[in-house]
């Protein structure tokens, strides 16, 4: 009998309370299932339950056992579905988190080539600024930016976000478009609600904070868009939200010669994901998806 075998008995026992309970998820005899406790118990020489004619009750040697069993299994279990789907065509469901602006413009673009490519993987794409836990909420890949916690989980660098200082003709008509940085003090500015963006920096040899004068909050990169595109004023925006606006002038770039940031360091969007041997299929074409798509368009 296999030692995975013993262990899925044990767990399941633990967890149902009751070996005849195990005996009829298994399908197999109680006495069958007794037999490899005994042979588990017996390898490791200890007790790991209490057993009677009714209840099994379970030592304080096989509550710690438990936790390593299951999660033993576990790591067995997805193993061999990740091995076996080597051999077929990436399927299942592929649940995606990324935030609005980029999630929008750039991922959502792509869900239907992707499909084509692997018409077996359903996607489920949750679009939201607030920070998953992937793990809890069973997600299998995030899409953020900004700069990362330590942590577990496996960081993929998709863009660097690059700011571009800009607002509408409009906007420059009425006021004026800055000649130099410290003209910005004087101009009506949206920043970033997010915790340490309330400033702007020139990000030189070392980052030097520079005096704006701001009259909003906006935690989203959209919301700061309409804003600039109706003459609210000057926003630093990543490139890639509004390259066709600036494209067709509906946005014009400010001093471009220097380069900005709403914080003090470069930041980037990344493709975040569980740190495991063994990746399964569906979320390893994917990265490789948006890595050959991002790698030649941005």
């Not at 149902?16 to 007794?34: E, L, M, N, W, Y």
């Not at 096989?62 to 789907?85: M, N, P």
Request: glycine fraction near 6%.
């Amino acid at each position: 009998m296999s030692l995975f075998n013993r262990l899925a008995y044990f767990n399941c026992v633990v967890e149902q309370g009751s070996i005849s309970k195990a005996s009829r998820i298994f399908d197999i005899q109680p006495s069958s299932i007794s037999r490899q406790l005994s042979a588990l118990e017996e390898e490791l020489n200890v007790r790991l339950l209490e057993r009677s004619t009714r209840n099994v009750g379970v030592t304080e040697a096989g509550q710690l056992f438990y936790q390593y069993s299951k999660r033993i299994t576990g790591e067995f279990d997805e193993a061999k579905r990740v091995v076996s789907a080597l051999h077929h065509s990436p399927r299942g469901s592929l649940k995606i988190s990324t935030t609005v602006a980029f999630g929008e413009s750039k991922i959502l673009p792509l869900v239907p080539i992707f499909r084509d490519a692997f018409p077996e993987v359903d996607i489920e794409i949750e679009i939201t600024e607030r920070v998953v836990d992937l793990i809890e909420e069973n997600v299998d890949i995030a899409i953020r930016s900004g700069r990362l916690p330590d942590s577990n989980l496996i960081a993929k660098k998709l863009v660097q976000n690059n700011f571009i200082l800009c607002a509408s003709p409009n906007y420059v008509r009425r006021k004026k478009a800055p000649q130099h940085v410290e003209d910005l003090a004087k101009h009506d500015c949206l920043v970033y609600g997010y915790k340490g963006w309330h400033d702007w920096f020139v990000l030189d040899r070392k980052p030097q904070k520079i005096d704006i004068s701001y009259y909003m909050e906006v935690d989203s990169v959209n919301g700061q868009k309409q804003l600039i595109l109706n003459g609210g004023g000057i926003a630093l925006l990543p490139q890639w939200a509004i390259e066709e606006e600036l494209k067709i002038g509906k946005l014009v770039q400010l001093l471009p010669e220097f380069t900005f940031s709403p914080c003090n360091y470069e930041t980037s969007t990344y493709a975040i994901y569980q740190n495991r041997q063994l990746v399964p299929s569906k979320v390893r074409v994917f990265l490789d998806f948006l890595t050959e798509h991002f790698g030649t368009t941005l």
